[in-house]
């Protein structure tokens, strides 16, 4: 994740470069999103690859460059683009672990979707703020859970 100076996540790092490789690499919510389109006859085409500009179906791509949205050059390795956000975590379908491990989720509910699995559990330490992190809920700060930032990125 990539965190801004108040500590909240507002960037997506689509890709970055592997520092004992050297390779390019995809990020989780990258590789599933691509995976997904691909599936869909949906496939990633250079609009123009000096710029990095990049088409993927109807939406273009084109990274985050020094003094766009008050980012500098520093602040600005790898692929970033700014997160447009789906939601919170309530507009995303949620199933317990437990349910699809004991047969009680529909087949269809997983067929023809980006599917993340991943924690939720308080203990596992993996939380951030985002943009909605300002409201507040029983006078505690919201922040949202690292799978549901892979999934807004996805999304």
Do not use: C
């Not at 975590?89 to 672990?97: A, G, N, S, Y």
């Not at 943009?131 to 922040?143: A, E, G, I, M």
């Amino acid at each position: 994740m990539v965190l801004d100076t108040d500590r909240r996540v507002r960037r997506a790092l689509l890709t970055s470069i592997d520092q004992a490789s050297g390779e390019m690499k995809a990020g989780l919510a990258t590789q599933v999103a691509l995976a997904y389109l691909a599936s869909e006859g949906i496939s990633l085409e250079a609009v123009d690859a000096d710029r990095q500009r990049f088409q993927l179906g109807q939406a273009v791509f084109e990274p985050l460059r020094s003094q766009q949205a008050g980012y500098a050059h520093k602040d600005l390795g790898g692929y970033q683009i700014l997160l447009n956000w789906h939601g919170d975590e309530d507009l995303f379908i949620t199933v317990p672990m437990r349910d699809v491990l004991s047969g009680q989720v529909d087949d269809d509910l997983m067929s023809d979707r980006m599917v993340f699995i991943g924690s939720v559990a308080p203990s596992t330490n993996d939380f951030f703020e985002t943009p909605y992190s300002s409201t507040q809920k029983d006078n505690k700060r919201q922040v949202m859970s690292g799978v549901f930032v892979h999934a807004n990125i996805a999304s």
